[in-house]
C-alpha cells in the first residue's frame, strides 16, 4: 500500500434546512460476461508510526453519527454497518439473521438459534444485514420495552426471525444476547443496538 502525506477533509453540503450526505465508495465493475476483476475496495485507515517513542500513537479512526442537539426532540444520527449476504428462505426487512451451512447464506434464526448474523436491512440479492455496532430497526415477537434486553428466539416459544424482549431482571439466555433496545418502539418493532 503507497504511503501518502496528505490529510484531505471532505464535507457533505451544509444548508440551512437540509444538510446534504456524502457518500464514499469503491468503484463498481458492472460487466456481466467476459471480465476478470472485482469490485473496488474502500479502505478507511488511521496512519501508521514507526516511531520508537512511547509517547506516541498510531492514528485511530472515528466514525461518529451526526448529533440531535435541539429541544425539539428527534433521533440521534445512527452508525450502521452493513454486510452483505444471500438469503435463504423469505426474510423480512428488520428480522434477526443466522447464518446456514451454506457459505455467506444466511435465514430467519430459528428458535433457539445461536450462530447470529445481523438485522436484515432489505431483501434483495445479496441482502444486507446491519452487523455488531449497529444502531437498527428490528423485528419482535412482541411488544419491545425500550432499555431492555434483545434476545435471540427462545428455544421454548420462540418465533423465527423475530427477536425477544429479554427485560432487564434477568440476562438472555447463554448464547443468546443479541443487542438493548434504545428506543423508536412502534407497535412489535423498535431501534436496537447490535453486540
Known sequence: MAAFAACVQTRGVTGS???????LQ????TASTGVIGSGGALLVAGGNRSSTSASLAAGGVTVEPGQQTGSGGGAQGAVVVYQSFKTSGSPAAGDVMCMTSTASTVQDCPAGAFAKAGILSATGS???????????????DGTPVTGDQACLPPTSAGTAGKLHDGGTATACPLGQAFGVITGGVSGVTAIVLVY
Open 17 to 23: 434546512n437540509t444538510a446534504g450526505a456524502l457518500q
Open 126 to 140: 445479496p441482502a444486507y444485514a446491519a452487523v455488531a455496532g449497529s444502531l437498527v430497526t428490528a423485528n419482535f
Open 26 to 29: 469503491g468503484g463498481s465493475q
